[in-house]
Nanobody, 118 residues
Framework: QVQLVESGGGLVQAGGSLRLSCAAS????????MGWARQTPGKQRELVAT??????NYVDSVKGRFTISKDNAKNTVYLQMDNLKPEDTAVYYC?????????????WGQGTQVTVSS
């Protein structure tokens, strides 16, 4: 089992910054990938940033503004969001892909609200 605890959401003005954190509480699985997705009402969840041993990937709309990083010792992934825009307003979810007993699984956090005012 992997449990994810997110923090760092909130209200910010356009052009401002926020940093999201997600700590994965586990020591018995092999974490393969960590990432962040976001969702607004009536729309599908969109994966905006991922980080693996091969590097980082971003959706085009956040490239140059968001930075994903992780602390392997703490099993924690971060999302630094700069130059925020009103269209970044969404619930942000942490995601972890991991191996357990030869099976690849996914875990999601509870979500944290990010609101960007114009």
């Amino acid at each position: 089992q992997v449990q994810l605890v997110e923090s760092g959401g909130g209200l910010v003005q356009a052009g401002g910054s926020l940093r999201l954190s997600c700590a994965a509480s586990t020591s018995i699985v092999i974490i393969d990938a960590m990432g962040w997705a976001r969702q607004t009402p009536g729309k599908q969840r969109e994966l905006v940033a991922t980080i693996t041993t091969d590097g980082q990937n971003y959706v085009d709309s956040v490239k140059g503004r968001f930075t994903i990083s992780k602390d392997n010792a703490k099993n924690t992934v971060y999302l630094q969001m700069d130059n925020l825009k009103p269209e970044d307003t969404a619930v942000y979810y942490c995601n972890v892909g991991y191996w357990r007993s030869g099976t690849y699984l996914n875990a999601w956090g509870q979500g944290t609200q990010v609101t960007v005012s114009s």
